[in-house]
Structure formats: C-alpha cells, structure tokens
C-alpha cells in the first residue's frame, strides 16, 4: 500500500498503521489504495505548509480540500471521507485535543445526563432521545432570553415551546416529547434551577389507549418476506436471519441490533434478550431460528472482533442499527411483492397469528416480553371469532 506515495509526508509514519486498520474494518484493497493516495497528497499539503500531524484537524482538512479545488480538481473528497484517518490518529493519542468552549446550556444538559443515568437508570437510547429534547428547548431559551434563560422560566414558555414542536408531530410522538420535556422541567425544580415544579404546566396529550386495533399482516405475507431473501449471497442470509428472529420470536429492533454471540446458548437452546429498561429474558431458540443464526454466522458474518451477531455490510465493518431491522424488512417487502411495513408489523403479525392458534393472552404476553397484560390486551380484538361469541346482538337486528 505504501508504494502508492509520491511524496514525502508528515502523515508517512501512519500509513502502515492506518492501511491495516482500514483492512480490519472491511475496506476492499482498492478502497484503501485511493484512501491513502488522498492521505498522501493531504501529508504533502501539510509539509508544504509545516503543519504537524498533531495539528490535524476538520479545519485543516477543509483548507486541504479548498486548495486542491482551488488547483481545478474536479473530485476534491469531503472532509468526511478523511474521517477514519481522524478517527485513527484520535486512537493513537496523535491529534491535539480540542477543547470546546462550555455554555451554560452545555454545562445544564451534561449535569441532566447524569441525572438521567444515574438517579433514574435510563437505557442509553433513552438517554440520547431526552438529551436531544433538552438541548432544543434550552437552546430556544438561551436565544430568546437573557444569561437568567432558565431562573425565569415560566409556564407559558413551557407551553408555547410544545405547541410549536407538537405541530408537526402525530399523537404518539406528541406524547413522547410531553414525558421528555416533563422529566427535564422535574430535573429542573429538584436541582434548584427554578423555583417552580413547571412539570405540572405541561398540558396532556389528547388521546386514549387502546382505541385501535393492531395491524399486521397475514401469515402467508410474512413467508413470502423470508421466502424473498437470497440464500446465496452474504447480505440474503444476514436479512434472512434478522427476518427470521422478529417474525419467529417477536424481537423488536433494538432487541436485535444488541443481540450479542454470547446471548445465544447453542447446548440449551435459548437465546438471551436485552430487552426494554436493561430487562434481560432468556427465549427457547426454534430450530428454524437457530439454523437461520447458524447459517449467517458461518456464512455471512465476517470474522471480526465485535460482539454484536448483526454488522453492517458496508464498511466500516460495525454492528448494525436498530433502525436497519425495518429498512431490511421494507427491501424484503418489496421484493416480495407486498405493500411495505416495518420491523414492528411483524411482531403484531405474531401475537395475531398465535391467538388464532389457540394462545391465551397471558402466553402472548410472555413471547412478546410485556410488562403488564393489559399491554398484550388490545390483541383481543384480532380475535374476531371470540368476540362474535360474546358480543350480545344488535338491538333492531333481525332474528
């Protein structure tokens, strides 16, 4: 790989380094050649102008690309596309740290973080969804009022800010930012930052539970979506197997992205759950589930050392996002022919599927992993047949 340099460097004292981990990260060969060709022209620019590697930066990065446009390069990179070489000199203690200047809003979401993690045990996911709400509002008030943006916080500030973020938003969604900016307004009044508990000027949400029946889709669908995956190619069997887990064990996403290879238990034939609220549940592994697995990671898996089963087929070679659970399950709809659904569809398909097979409620409450049975509740009403039994007839109707 060195051998593509032209020039002396101050970056060649990493190229070797840089084109193993590259390697490792499951970068094909000819990928890593161009990589390190923009590396080498980017360690020339920066001899030219005697900067050091510890002095690499975004914004050096950003001159190097506007000199080499400047010169009439018609396919400059983008900063981004130097982000690993970032990313590897970070690791090696190379780069100078940059320290960003604090604000009051950083300093009050960083001490709400911790609150969250370590008063209330909050899963990360979570953690991020509430600090990204909290950061807006703050943001807003810091702009909108004076250095006492949150001492004089009032309940019409409150209510203005969720008016205006709840336009845009459905009623499931609306009520989520209700519960995040509640448990911030909470933070707020028990730390001492305002002197009114403002949690209880955040108006409700209309809306009630359990008013709509779950939708799924038809068991004959969720074969056609697995019969869809091809069995000859690495991204088939992967999808192939994530398909398989939700459809067959009812997983969520996030269940299957953190599926790690010490959950599945290959003698006792059980597979470990990391569920909602750090809940760990140990599953019976079907056989049609097991080979799914077994298949993929002897076939489909790349030998790396990441823990996580499900990584991502492009590189750099990383595990997969919860989010990617129901891309890969649209893409199997649309090979399959059906209309489009995501990841979580499968899962009411299941609980549905199993009721017409004769399950009680309380045993789809256990495969679906449900806190409260009255969760599991609204899938009585797939149960049409049972309902028809004890639905008294209609007063009117003719005999």
């Known amino acids: ?32 050649r161009n990589m390190l060709k923009e590396v080498g022209r980017l360690g020339g620019w920066m001899e030219q102008r005697d900067l050091q590697a510890s002095q690499l930066s975004k914004d050096a990065i950003d001159g190097f690309i ?36 604090s604000t009051p809003v950083d ?8 609150w969250l993690v370590v008063e209330r045990g909050l899963a990360v996911p979570t953690v991020h969804r509430y600090e990204v709400l909290a950061r807006r509002f703050l943001d807003e008030r810091a702009h909108a009022a004076t250095g006492r943006f949150v001492e004089d916080l009032a309940g019409s500030d409150v209510v203005g800010f969720l008016v205006r973020e709840c336009a ?21 009044y028990l730390t001492g930052s305002t002197t ?13 539970r359990d008013t709509r029946v779950p939708l799924g889709i038809a068991a004959r669908d969720v074969q056609l979506l697995l019969d869809s995956c091809d069995l000859s190619s690495p991204d088939g069997i992967r999808d192939f197997a994530i398909l398989t887990l939700v459809a067959r ?11 790690e290879l010490g959950d599945i238990d290959w003698r006792a034939g059980e597979i470990a759950v990391r569920g909602k609220a750090r809940r760990q549940d140990r599953m019976p592994l079907p056989s049609d589930v097991g080979e799914a697995l077994a298949c993929y990671l002897s076939d489909g898996r790349p030998t ?70 009255a969760t599991t509740a609204v899938y009585a009403k797939v149960d049409l047949v049972s309902l028809r039994s004890v639905a008294p007839p209609w007063p009117g109707a003719a005999s």
Not at 107 to 114: C, E, I, P
Not at 196 to 208: K, S
């Open 66 to 101: 506007c000199a080499r446009r400047s010169s009439g390069c018609r396919r400059a990179p983008t900063v981004r596309a130097f982000a690993p070489l970032l990313q590897y000199l970070d690791s090696l203690d190379v780069l100078a740290p940059t320290v960003a200047p």
């Open 168 to 188: 845009r938003l459905n009623v499931g969604a609306a009520k989520g930012r209700v519960a995040e900016l509640r448990s911030l307004l909470r933070f707020l």
């Open 249 to 259: 064990l009812g997983l969520r996403s996030a269940e299957v992205a953190r599926l």
């Open 304 to 373: 790396v050392p990441i823990r996580q089963v499900f990584l991502a087929l492009k590189a750099p070679t990383r595990a997969i996002r919860p989010d990617l659970v129901s891309d890969v399950t649209r893409r199997a709809c649309d090979r399959a022919g059906v209309p489009r659904v995501g990841a979580h569809r499968l899962r009411h398909a299941l609980a549905t599927e199993l009721l017409w097979r004769g399950s009680t409620l309380a045993e789809v409450s256990q495969i679906l992993r449900h806190r409260d049975l």
């Open 1 to 32: 790989m060195s051998a593509t340099r032209r020039v002396t460097s101050r970056l060649d004292l990493f190229v070797e380094g840089f084109s193993a981990r590259l390697l490792e990260l499951g970068y094909t060969s000819g990928t890593v």
């Open 107 to 114: 300093d009050l979401v960083g001490r709400y973080k911790d």
């Open 196 to 208: 009114l508990p403002l949690a209880t000027a955040v108006p409700p949400v209309a809306g009630w």
